[in-house]
C-alpha cells in the first residue's frame, strides 16, 4: 500500500509539480520572454484541451454514434489506431502553425516554442494521469481497504512515460517551429507529423498484441516493455533535436548575456525613476 501511494506521487509530481518547476527556471532565465513565455505555455494548453474537448470527445463520440465506427475498431482496430494518432498530430500542428506564424510573425525563439510544447504535454499528462494520480491518493487515505488493478512497478513507469513524452513533444514542436521559421512549411509539417503519430501508436499497436483478438502474441509486461524501449529511444533522439535547435533558434538581440544585462540595466533604472518619484510626491 505505502509503495502504491509513493508511486502515485511521484507520478504526479512529474506531471504536476515537474513541468511547473521548468517553466519557473525558464521565466526565470529569459527575463526579456517572460510575457512571450506565458502566453505559449497557455496557448500549449489550450490547444490540448480543444483537442480533448472538443475534437476527440465529441468529434469521436459523434462518429461512434452517427457513422458506425465502433464496427470498424472491432475488425480494424491496428488500422483505427493508426487513424485517431495521424488525425490527432494533425489537429495539433494546424494551431501551432496559427500562433507561430500570425500571432508571433515568425518570431518564436527556443524558450517559448519549448514552453509551448510543455503546456501541452502538462495539461494531456494531468488529463490523463496526474489528476487520477490525486484521486487514488486521496481515496487512499479515505479508505484503507481500497485496492489497484495495475502493479506498483506499471505505476512508477507511467510517470517515467509522461516525462519521455514531454520530452518528445517539446522537440516535435519546437522542430516544427524551426522548420516554419526557415520556411519549410511543408516539409516540417511532414516530418513532425510522422513523428507525432509514431509515439501515440507504437504503444497502442504493442498492446493491441496482448488480447485475445490478435491471438495474444506476448505478454502484457513484454508490451510495457517494447513501448517504454520505442518512448526512451525517442526521448534519447529528441534530448539530441533539442541540443541543435537550441543554437539555430537563438536571438542574439534577447539571448545574449549581453542583450539580458542591458535590459536588466533597463529595468533597474525604471525601478529607481519610479521611486525617485513616488519619494519626491
Not at 509503495?3 to 513541468?19: E, G, H, K, M, Y
Not at 520572454?33 to 465529441?58: A, S
Not at 494531456?124 to 481497504?145: A, H, N, P, Q
Amino acid at each position: 500500500m505505502t509503495a502504491d501511494i509513493v508511486a502515485l506521487a511521484v507520478t504526479a509530481v512529474v506531471c504536476i509539480i515537474l513541468p511547473l518547476m521548468i517553466l519557473g527556471i525558464v521565466w526565470m532565465k529569459n527575463p526579456m520572454e517572460r510575457k512571450g513565455i506565458r502566453i505559449t505555455f497557455f496557448l500549449g494548453v489550450m490547444i490540448y484541451l480543444v483537442m480533448q474537448w472538443g475534437v476527440k470527445e465529441h468529434g469521436l463520440q459523434y462518429l461512434f454514434t452517427h457513422v458506425g465506427l465502433s464496427e470498424f475498431v472491432e475488425k480494424h482496430y491496428i488500422p483505427y489506431i493508426l487513424l485517431v494518432a495521424i488525425a490527432g498530430a494533425v489537429l495539433t500542428m494546424i494551431p501551432v502553425i496559427g500562433i507561430v506564424v500570425f500571432l508571433f510573425k515568425n518570431q518564436m525563439s527556443f524558450a517559448k516554442s519549448s514552453m509551448m510544447a510543455l503546456g501541452y504535454g502538462m495539461a494531456e499528462s494531468v488529463g490523463l494521469v496526474g489528476y487520477r494520480c490525486i484521486y487514488t491518493i486521496i481515496t487512499f487515505f479515505k479508505d484503507d481497504d481500497v485496492t489497484m488493478n495495475t502493479s506498483t512497478g506499471e505505476l512508477f513507469l507511467s510517470g517515467y512515460e509522461r516525462f519521455l513524452i514531454m520530452v518528445i513533444y517539446i522537440a516535435i514542436i519546437v522542430a516544427f517551429v524551426y522548420f516554419l521559421e526557415q520556411r519549410m512549411p511543408i516539409r516540417g509539417f511532414l516530418v513532425t507529423v510522422f513523428c507525432f503519430s509514431c509515439i501515440h501508436f507504437f504503444p497502442g499497436f504493442f498492446l493491441a498484441f496482448t488480447t485475445k483478438e490478435y491471438i495474444e502474441v506476448f505478454d502484457r509486461s513484454v508490451a510495457l516493455a517494447l513501448s517504454y524501449i520505442v518512448l526512451s529511444m525517442g526521448a534519447i533522439c529528441s534530448a539530441a533535436v533539442l541540443n541543435a535547435l537550441k543554437y539555430s533558434l537563438k536571438d542574439e538581440r534577447i539571448d545574449s548575456k549581453q542583450a539580458v544585462a542591458d535590459y536588466e540595466k533597463r529595468q533597474a533604472e525604471k525601478k529607481q525613476k519610479k521611486k525617485t518619484k513616488k519619494n519626491l510626491e
